[in-house]
T-cell receptor, first 115, second 109 residues
């Protein structure tokens, strides 16, 4: 069964360093999402792509976070510089198209610890 | 911000018993979905109920939706140890899926 791939699975970094996370969605899925999940809470949407275009990045802290999906397939989320409060699980998900009625398929996540 | 609030925050039951989790939300929705998350892993979609539906079944899962009360419930019957996980409701509205705070379910063998 096709799955969403994410790497790395775990990342430890020091405050003020740059980090990057990679996501490869299920083949054929046009919509890609990045979520942040703080321990004990539900995921919160950071950015949503439809193909290579950003559909929603209203909750993305744009002073330090950036996301791209240049060819409309895989995607990279970057944080520069990382802050202590960025410690969280970063989840990538994909769906066939804009989620009018669609479910989302999640990757295993990248757990980030900022020291 | 979290759209839904789930109740209880944590639930422990004996294997074989039924588990019920509730979700309340604030704004109008097109559909409501339930996801499961095993410790430290990604989320897995369980079931979707549309705003014009009142009840839906899938295997040992039963979901109800009351749009007048803006609430939903998830019932897991005949629980198993493998059901131990966090369960999240997610509301779809305004082309966005917004997750609740989750219920941590522990099944005691």
């Amino acid at each position: 069964e096709a799955e969403v791939a994410q790497s790395p699975r775990y990342k430890i970094t020091e405050k003020s360093q740059a980090v990057a996370f990679w996501c490869d969605p299920i083949s054929g899925h046009a919509t890609l999402y990045w979520y942040r999940q703080i321990l004990g809470q539900g995921p919160e949407l950071l950015v949503q792509f439809q193909d290579e275009s950003v559909v929603d990045d209203s909750q993305l802290p744009k002073d330090r976070f950036s996301a791209e999906r240049l060819k409309g397939v895989d995607s990279t989320l970057k944080i520069q510089p990382a802050e202590l409060g960025d410690s969280a699980m970063y989840l990538c998900a994909s769906s066939f198209r804009l989620p009018t009625q669609e479910t989302q398929y999640f990757g295993p996540g990248t757990r980030l610890l900022v020291l | 911000s979290q759209q839904g609030e789930e109740d209880p925050q944590a639930l422990s039951i004996q294997e074989g018993e039924n588990a019920t989790m509730n979700c309340s939300y604030k704004t109008s929705i097109n559909n409501l979905q339930w996801y499961r998350q095993n410790s430290g892993r990604g989320l897995v979609h369980l079931i979707l109920i549309r705003s014009n539906e009142r009840e839906k079944h899938s295997g040992r899962l039963r979901v109800t939706l009351d749009t007048s009360k803006k609430s939903s419930s998830l019932l897991i019957t005949a629980s198993r140890a493998a059901d131990t996980a966090s369960y999240f409701c997610a509301c779809f509205g305004n082309e966005k899926l917004t997750f609740g705070t989750g219920t941590r379910l522990t099944i005691i063998p």
